[in-house]
């Protein structure tokens, strides 16, 4: 039987939300599974000509992963893929492609996991939840790993304000943006982490706007990115200065987000990111997306 599986992109980290805060956005790839009598897999849009069409693709990895899990083998199936997300742009591509074949293995192998076993897989196969939580489930979720446990809340995105991206041309690996990290901070920057964190989470239960632009700062993980990406300050400071409630580094970048509360004001935010960009020599896109509250889904084609 023929099926399609869409997986949402995600913002993670919201500013000092490091690894633990992941919202999903209206950015998708979808993978388009049919029987076959040999394996193959073809790539479409982001991605074409780069990521392996074998049986190295980050999705098969995950696929066989799902199928050894409940003790069975991956069968043979054509397996089409469509990305929407770009790569390496800290918008969740990587996740998505493992909740895409986890989902695929699940499906051909009698859905025997549920989605917080799926959510377990997926935390393991990338490292930390705060992309594969929304990639699976859509919305906001606050997710954290803790004594070989996945512990997940979802956050009530309703009253959410609108979402603007600025993506560059340019991609920010996750490792290497990781290998900038420290590996110590001062008690000073821990406290202000903990307490921006606490009240980005109340903020955003609470509907609480106006603490937004305090509350996506961050002191641990953005600073030291900003070697690779010198800009970084002077294009948030301008979604702010448009009117953003708050602006952030997407996950590892190079994508920036930031809330606005209207979609005038969205407008503004995305046409400030687009011109600090020119000024910067950056010739980025900007985009106005809504947020995913679905997550991830599997629909069987007639």
Known sequence: MKFTIRVPASTSNLGP?????GLALSLHNE???????????????????????????????????????????????????TNGIPLDRGLG??????VSGLLLGNHL????????????????LEGHPD?????????????????????????NTAHLPQVVLFIPPFKMPTHEGRALLPTTISM????????????LVAALSA?????????????????????????????????RDAGAV???????????????????DARRVARAFMDEGARCDITGSSHIVAIDRFGATVERNA
């Open 17 to 21: 939300g490091f690894d633990a805060l």
């Open 109 to 124: 192998t009698g859905s025997m996991l549920d989605r917080e076993q799926l959510l377990a897989l997926a935390t393991e």
């Open 188 to 199: 000073h920057d821990a406290v202000l982490s903990v307490g921006r964190v606490a009240l």
């Open 246 to 264: 708050g602006a952030w580094l997407s996950g590892a970048g190079s994508t920036l987000a930031a809330f606005a509360r209207t979609v005038d």
């Open 131 to 155: 992309n594969v939580a929304p990639a699976l489930f859509g919305n906001l979720q606050v997710a954290l790993r803790a004594q070989d446990k996945v512990h997940r809340v979802e956050l």
């Open 31 to 81: 993978v388009v599974v049919a029987p076959a009598e040999a394996f193959s897999v073809s790539v479409l849009g982001e991605g074409r000509g780069a990521l392996p069409e074998d049986e190295t693709n980050l999705i098969v990895r995950a696929a066989r992963r799902a199928c050894a899990e409940s003790s069975l083998e991956l069968p043979p199936v054509s397996i089409r893929c």
């Open 93 to 98: 591509s990587s996740s998505a492609a493992i």
């Open 207 to 239: 509907g609480r706007f106006e603490a937004l632009t305090e509350a996506t700062r961050d002191v641990l993980h953005q600073p030291p990115r900003e070697k690779n990406f010198p800009a970084m300050p002077r294009l948030l400071d301008a979604a």
